[in-house]
């Protein structure tokens, strides 16, 4: 590789600003496209040379050309030849240190795969800054794509930077990388930089790098080498050692080759087999030279710059020349140095790969299903699958392959078909599935999986599993599954007759994951019907011990949570979730499905407990640059804390959510938090478009009718108009009676307080100020949701004024203002002060100054000792901006030092 970087400055340019993003803490994606031989490996050596002189650590891996054979080969790679602090730090993370050699599998206990993903974002955020490098993105495994993606979406506020590299003339209309990344090059997080060829300047001036040259053979190597670098580094070495120049760069290649002893050249063919990289004593081997001839041969190879050496071993200089050789070999060569490596080498993806090559079917099949067991175990279920099929193809031509591999082609489908499923590939697993034996296990995975594809015949599969339970164990699994697949459907009734005998069969067999399954599909069943306490008992009994199972274990973990918080029960809610995410953490879940959920619902308990803060602080990972709809929902929830505080985030928020509207659930988190921020903002008319546009497609008697019919109120009062207040009551009416099974009882304290306040906001809207309906609603949030209860004290101290109550109105004003102020609730404060001064309660009017909420705010953090900073920071915004507001409350409070608007602030209440 030459030293210098020619011709390539505005793509180094982009790329280092996605660096500089990293080291602020903004982490970002870069992936380098471009022809082989164009200089993409080139340019992201100075990026990490960049990356290293600022501080960053570096993970640099490795794809192969054996494609989906060896699971996460450039993670693997990246950390075996990690500096030592790096290494030490994976050491933490148990679930990585199996992808390198000597190190035992970590037993599974479910979502190896999340698990994995987990603990390299772990890695990740242990080390940061870091920037990880995957160059040959072409020949990435499955696995290693997923990990991209995953990286590319959860990577938000680290100091992580991602660089990849691909070759663009690889990728043909098929290949598995093109929709890759026609999905990551959506995301904000990722920047593409294609790299074309070099100017006829520009590679003038690289070719004059490499040494001398006369103006006829510069003029010569411009022009054949059509703006590619390797092509002309070619060119130029043919040059220098007199050979003559054929056409096309393969033949180019060749010519070097070709000037090799013959030694020389039978080692360079059997490096070229074993592909870019070979360990010295296996290529020895593999040469069947003596140790003295095969040393002067590969001293020769580097010498004339075809492999360099590689730790211990040796690596094509460029990946072209390694096709290019391999490409020469003769069918029958092809086949007997394959067929060698095969005899020498252990690793069952690379055994499968060199037998295939070298039509040893018995032994690829035999290896293709080894490779598969050891892609279960390190969590890489695409390539499992991938393995077995391979398999699958090959037993027919096999003699005698059940004895072969241990067990019968029908089990190894059915494991194959399971894979499919954990890769995210539901209907590959049904399609599988369908062609097998109906044996109750087919079966009851089938109904599984159907059911978790919303796809018909879920039921009908669930209930074949159970009649054809060969075994107590298997009657249990098929039972727990089949009341699953009940839950929703219109014979949910039968449910509770279901879970009670798959109980029965799972405790006197023993089958705990069964028992756990059955228990938790019985609590959401009766949680449904109103009894929470017999829910509640139901997930403590699935919750006292392991199932054996990560994804059922956090599962129960979650709905116990999410039950105790819809019951109000805040404290008890909080400890059971914040053990669901201690778990989550320490098996590297933190973003698994359950994982995630754990993190919301947390969120959730802080923001109604009143600990902002907190809750401020848990949303700052709910990454505002979003890509998925998944993602857009979790982003969703950090609404709820930046509307009510009025955060600058809100805006730029909403706009990224704005494309997953169409789905129900973003839609009605963000747009309903939309709604609100257009109130208190004074749009009530775009607000209630917000409302209406959430609640169409909305069922009837669904509960979240209720917060939003209580906002689209809140609009219509705003507005002076009641048409349309009628229909939002019937309809928040219906949740309550009804529910979505219309069956009532169903909702919680929150539900409850929501009921109320659309009740006294229905009278709002007809002019009522009812003091006792606002009571009721105070009453109500009184179950320990701050915020609400602050917002109902401010609607009931207007209908107390209403009312001529002067003194009850001020003191409810006071303390809806005391929690407003302790929450930095900056809306809600402005809207209070109005009011205070429109009624002249003491510490509104002229008592205030004038002050805006966010001016009170400022003045708290200044009587704090607080520097203007130190504030900037507290509240997330410029320190300039911290500037304007101070000078602003010296003017206004008529004081002209920091020290004198704190005693002109305590004076007038401002502190409280």
Avoid at 192 to 221: C, F, K, N, R
Avoid at 317 to 329: G, S
Avoid at 672 to 687: K, Q, R, S, T
């Amino acid at each position: 590789m030459n030293g210098l970087l020619v011709g390539r400055s505005a793509e180094l340019a982009r790329l280092v600003r996605v660096l500089q993003s990293a080291a602020e803490g903004m982490a970002g994606v870069a992936l380098v496209g471009g022809d082989a031989g164009i200089g993409k490996t080139r340019l992201v050596a100075e990026l990490v040379s960049e990356a290293r002189e600022r501080g960053f650590h570096v993970l640099v891996g490795q794809c192969a050309e054996l494609g989906d054979s060896l699971p996460y080969l450039p993670l693997a790679d990246a950390l075996r030849g990690a500096e030592p602090a790096v290494r030490e730090a994976a050491a933490a993370h148990p679930m990585l240190g199996q992808l390198l050699p000597g190190t035992e599998s970590v037993p599974s206990t479910g979502l190896t795969q999340q698990r994995l993903f987990g603990s390299l974002l772990g890695l990740l955020a242990d080390i940061q800054p870091v920037l990880f490098v995957i160059e040959d993105l072409h020949w990435a495994d499955r696995s290693t794509r997923d990990l991209l993606v995953f990286l590319s979406r959860m990577v938000q506020s680290e100091r992580v930077c991602v660089a990849g590299t691909y070759r663009t003339d690889d990728l043909h209309r098929r290949h598995p990388l093109r929709s890759v990344l026609a999905e990551l090059k959506r995301l904000p997080t990722v920047t593409g930089v294609e790299l074309g060829p070099l100017a006829s300047g520009d590679m003038s001036d690289y070719v004059a790098t490499l040494g001398e040259v006369d103006a006829q053979e510069l003029g010569v190597i411009v022009s054949r080498a059509d703006g590619n670098p390797f092509y002309a580094e070619e060119l130029f070495a043919a040059m220098a050692e007199g050979d003559s120049l054929p056409d096309g760069l393969a033949s180019l290649l060749m010519t070097r080759v070709e000037v090799l002893s013959e030694a020389g050249q039978r080692v360079l063919r059997a490096a070229a087999v074993a592909g870019r990289r070979v360990e010295d004593e296996l290529l020895r081997e593999v040469s069947g030279l003596p140790l003295a001839e095969f040393e002067e041969a590969v001293r020769e190879i580097v010498s004339r710059g075809l492999l360099r050496v590689d730790g211990y071993g040796y690596a094509f200089r460029h990946a072209l020349l390694q096709e290019a050789v391999y490409t020469d070999l003769l069918p029958g060569e092809r086949t007997r140095l394959h067929a060698a490596f095969a005899r020498l080498l252990t690793s069952p993806a690379e055994l499968a790969y060199h037998h295939l090559a070298g039509h040893e079917l018995a032994g690829a099949l035999s290896a293709s299903v080894e490779a598969g067991r050891l892609a279960e175990r390190l969590g890489a279920p695409a390539e499992a699958h991938s393995h077995y099929d391979r398999a699958l193809g090959l037993w027919d031509r096999v003699e005698g392959a059940a004895d072969l591999v241990g067990e019968s082609r029908e089990r190894l489908a059915f494991r194959s078909a399971v894979m499919a499923a954990d890769s995210g590939d539901n209907h590959r697993a049904a399609v599988q599935l369908r062609a097998l034996p109906p044996t109750s296990e087919v079966s009851e995975r089938l109904a599984y999986y159907l059911y978790e594809a919303d796809q018909p015949g879920a039921i009908a599969a669930a209930e074949r599993a159970v009649e054809s339970a060969e075994d107590q164990a298997a009657l249990a699994r098929a039972l727990a599954t089949h009341a699953r697949t009940l839950l929703w459907s219109d014979r949910h009734r039968d449910v509770e007759a279901v879970t009670a005998r798959a109980l029965e069969t799972a405790r006197a067999a023993g089958v705990r994951d069964a028992e756990v399954g059955a228990l938790l599909s019985l609590a959401t069943y009766v949680e449904l019907r109103g009894d929470l306490d017999k829910a509640h008992e139901l997930i403590e009994t699935a919750s006292a011990e392991g199932s054996g199972d990560l994804a059922m274990d956090l599962r129960a973990r979650f709905h116990h949570a999410r039950i105790h918080y819809e019951q109000g029960l805040l404290a008890e809610a909080a400890e059971v979730a914040d053990d669901g995410i201690r778990v989550a953490f320490e098996t590297g879940l933190k973003w698994s499905t359950y994982g995630t959920d754990l993190r919301f619902l947390r969120f959730l308990i802080h923001y109604v407990a009143g600990e902002w803060d907190q809750a401020e602080a848990v949303a700052s990972g709910f990454g505002t640059r979003v890509g998925t709809l998944p993602e857009a929902i979790l982003s969703s929830f950090a609404l709820f804390i930046e509307v009510a505080r009025d955060l600058p985030a809100v805006g730029e928020r909403l706009s990224r959510l704005r494309p997953f509207w169409y789905s129900e659930l973003a839609a009605y988190m963000s747009r309903g938090l939309a709604a609100e921020h257009a109130l208190w903002h004074g749009d009530p008319a775009a607000a209630l478009d917000h409302v209406r546009a959430v609640m169409a497609p909305m069922v009837d008697g669904e509960a979240g009718v209720l917060r939003m019919a209580a906002i689209g109120l809140w609009a219509l009062a705003e507005l002076g108009t009641t048409e349309g207040a009628d229909e939002l009551r019937a309809r928040a009416r219906l949740a309550v009676d009804s529910g979505p099974t219309g069956e009532p009882g169903h909702l919680g304290p929150e539900g409850l307080a929501w009921a109320v306040r659309v009740e006294a906001e229905w009278h709002r809207v007809h002019g009522r100020l009812d003091v006792e309906l606002w009571r009721r609603v105070v009453e109500a949030f009184d179950f320990g949701f701050v915020y609400e209860v602050a917002r109902a004290r401010w609607r009931l101290a207007e209908a107390l004024l209403a009312a001529g109550d002067r003194d009850e109105a001020q003191a409810q004003w006071a303390l809806a203002r005391e929690t407003a102020g302790k929450l930095r609730a900056a809306p809600l404060e402005n809207a209070l002060l109005e009011f205070g001064r429109r009624a002249r309660f003491g510490g509104g009017g002229q008592g205030d100054g004038g002050l805006t909420a966010r001016e009170v705010e400022v003045l708290r953090l200044v009587a704090e000792g607080l520097t203007n900073r130190e504030i900037a920071e507290r509240l997330f915004i410029a320190q300039k901006t911290v500037s304007v507001h101070v000078s602003n409350i010296l003017g206004k409070l008529e004081v002209s030092t920091r020290t004198q608007a704190a005693a002109a602030g305590r004076q007038r209440g401002l502190l409280a």
